[in-house]
């Protein structure tokens, strides 16, 4: 194991994430899946980033469930990880569980002080809209319990 925490330092994450994105661009989404899981697998112990990404494509594909499931999954098994709460909130909030996303915006906010700026920018974007008084109208996808 390296430094990173990486089982495997031979496999290229970056050329991973970028070809599941162009997969995904192209509509191909389980097989950008898989890359997201072999990413994962290839830290010891795993991590947030590929299961975060593999959720919100789920999410962009319409199969909610699935991507909220995943960002679940996520948020229990990095509760640390800000990307995989700020994810799952909103997607709670495209699903139109507006409640489950106000949860999700205030256990992101209990650990934003490890965040990245981007992530940071992200979060307040997103509290920015779903967070106000009057929240974009978003025709929400049946998801049923999660």
Same mark, same amino acid.
């Given at each position: 194991?390296?430094?990173? =925490? ?7 994450? *970056? $050329?991973? #994430?970028? +070809?599941?994105?162009?997969? /995904? ?30 959720? =919100? ?7 909610? *469930? $699935?991507? #909220?499931? +995943?960002?679940?999954?996520? /948020? ?40 990245? $700026? ?29």
């Amino acid at each position: 194991m390296n430094k990173e =925490g990486r089982s495997n330092p031979e496999f290229d994450v *970056r $050329e991973a #994430l970028s +070809r599941a994105y162009l997969l /995904v661009s192209w509509g191909h989404i389980d097989p950008a899946l898989e890359l997201c899981e072999r990413v994962d697998e290839s830290f010891e112990g795993g991590h947030p980033l590929p299961q975060t990404l593999a959720g =919100g494509f789920l999410v962009g594909a319409g199969r909610m *469930r $699935e991507g #909220l499931q +995943r960002l679940r999954a996520t /948020v229990r098994r990095f509760p640390a990880a800000p990307m995989p709460h700020i994810q799952f909130a909103e997607a709670c909030f495209l699903a139109g569980r507006h409640r489950q996303g106000h949860r999700a915006m205030e256990r992101a906010r209990g650990v934003l002080d490890e965040a990245s $700026e981007e992530c940071r920018l992200w979060f307040d974007s997103l509290e920015a809209v779903w967070m106000s008084n009057d929240p974009p109208a978003v025709t929400s996808l049946p998801v049923g319990p999660i």
